[in-house]
């Protein structure tokens, strides 16, 4: 039988194919957001669609796959400032506590966690409502002792780092002035590192120290959290509530991010209604997390 010949044309085809490198097709790579969305009201929007949201990230638009109301598991430190700068505000403090813990949604871990003289946990992760009324009862000013808001959030970040949880807030209650010993890139590195959300509401229209103020400015502003001024003790009361709602009643979405080599620098979701606000916060994967 005479041997098979190829075509000379076919030959170099198939030789010049054979050296050739692979063709790979890169796949696109699922991503989730938490995100919560408010009205002009500070209430919590329900109801809202794939439709409804939009992400950028460096600019560039993603497809939006899906949206479903978040029921993760949920831990959320509440860190309230029981320096001297709150001994005319204790009662106001102790009131606007209450209403956070009372309008968390069931079932989420909170932790009380007191800032004068040093981050002291008052009452560690559990979701034992009347636990935490109790210890918001016992709270006192201490009024020899500073506030310690960063070395507070610093310490919390890194505990809730070893904890693994999938989503994670911080909520803060201070006045402006802060004796913590970190320094601001510390606590931001500390923030980074846990994948929590931190939200600061500050009594008093007096700027902190440099320090406070770039930790608290740029934890919030990255992580997708709120950074807000309250004029007065009993404005906490209403903030606290809102706060508590919004963080209780947030989106899972999950979009589409094309194959890229260099990550992008920021991803941003907001909302086509114009009267609604959007903050949210980009869930890590374990390799971005080392």
Known sequence: ??????????????????????????????????????????????????????????????????????????????????????????????????AFVENMREGAQIALITLGARPTISVPYTADRAALKKGIDRLFAEVDSGNTLLDGIAETSEGLEKRKVPRAAIAAISTPGDLSFRH????????RSSGAVLHVMTLGTVNGDADRELAVGKGTQETGGRN??????????PKAEELAKAISNQYRI?????????????????????????????????KERQ
Do not use: C
């Not at 080599?261 to 869930?283: F, I, M, Q, Y």
């Open 228 to 237: 807000e001024t309250v004029l007065s003790s009993m404005g906490l009361i």
């Open 254 to 286: 999950t979009f589409s991010r094309p194959p890229r080599l260099v990550p992008p620098k920021a991803t941003e979701v907001s909302v086509r209604n114009p009267d609604w606000r959007a903050h949210g916060l980009l869930v890590k994967t374990d």
């Open 184 to 191: 601001y890139e510390e606590v931001l590195r500390a923030l």
């Open 1 to 98: 039988m005479k041997p098979l010949r190829l075509p000379a044309v076919a030959l170099a085809l198939f030789a010049m194919l054979a050296g050739s490198p692979r063709i790979v097709f890169a796949q696109s790579e699922e991503r989730i957001l938490y995100a919560s969305v408010v009205d002009k009201d500070g209430a919590p929007v329900p109801n809202l669609t794939e439709k409804d949201f939009i992400i950028r990230e460096d600019g560039q638009a993603r497809e939006v796959l899906s949206v479903t109301p978040d029921s993760d598991p949920l831990q959320v430190a509440l860190l309230v400032d029981t320096g001297r700068g709150m001994r005319n505000n204790i009662n106001d403090l102790r009131r606007a506590a209450t």
